[in-house]
């Protein structure tokens, strides 16, 4: 099975046996109930891979129909209704397909604030840290709530956020949204990166959020 290791198989048999009947799928119920709620982001993060299958970098409509036969070969395809459905609650920018982190951040923080986040920094160099993670709701959420944000942002795992992964950081939150300009990029990290080391690590990052 691809979840071997992350999801439990009775958790999955449980949630794919609950919405064989068309126009029974419930997105947040078969999380919930298959266990990818309680993932780490990692492990989000290689579920999205899983469901990723003509490795794009995204999640589009034709591979979200075929949603359930990722979690148990035999399952049937999400009807029109369905998949259309779970597009529209991840997919936050409205481009029609899912990014990495539209699915991470699923769950976290709450649509609308991450919208109006975003909406308030679409002209180059207007994007503002503080006013940012104020919007969105991470300067609020708890720090395992941060700690997720930070594990989505390092997108090379390596425990740091470097230069290049700063400047990607809106898209995020939206697969669509701009790259932050070499200024933007620069304040961000001199901001952050209270040990001069030119990345920012976990703890930097959570007080970068909270300040």
């Known amino acids: ?12 048999q449980a949630a794919v046996q609950a919405c064989q009947a068309p126009g029974t799928f419930d997105f947040k119920s078969f999380f919930a109930q298959a266990g990818l709620t309680s993932l780490s982001e990692a ?14 970098g995204y999640i589009e409509e034709e591979e979200l129909k075929l949603f359930l036969q990722n979690f148990s070969p035999g399952a049937r395809e999400l009807t029109v209704a369905e998949t259309k459905a779970l597009m529209a609650a991840v997919d936050k920018d409205g481009d029609g397909r899912i990014g990495m ?20 920094c679409t002209a180059a160099d207007s994007f503002d840290y503080k006013k940012f993670f104020m919007t ?17 942002i390092d997108q090379d795992n390596s425990g740091f956020i470097e230069e290049d992964e700063l400047k990607l950081f809106l898209q995020n939150f939206s697969a669509g949204a701009r790259a932050l300009t070499d200024k933007e990029t620069k304040a961000f990290l001199s901001a952050g990166d209270s040990d ?6 976990a703890d930097e990052f959570a007080a970068l959020v909270k300040a």
């Open 1 to 12: 099975m691809a979840f071997a290791g992350m999801l439990s198989d009775e958790d999955v």
């Open 43 to 56: 492990d989000r993060k290689r579920v999205f891979i899983v469901l990723d299958q003509d490795k794009s």
């Open 101 to 120: 982190g539209e699915m991470a951040f699923s769950g976290v923080l709450n649509d609308a604030d991450v919208k109006a986040a975003l909406d308030g």
């Open 136 to 152: 969105c709701g991470l300067a609020s959420k708890s720090s395992d709530d941060v700690k997720k944000a930070f594990t989505i």
């Open 196 to 201: 001069g080391d030119g990345k920012i690590g």
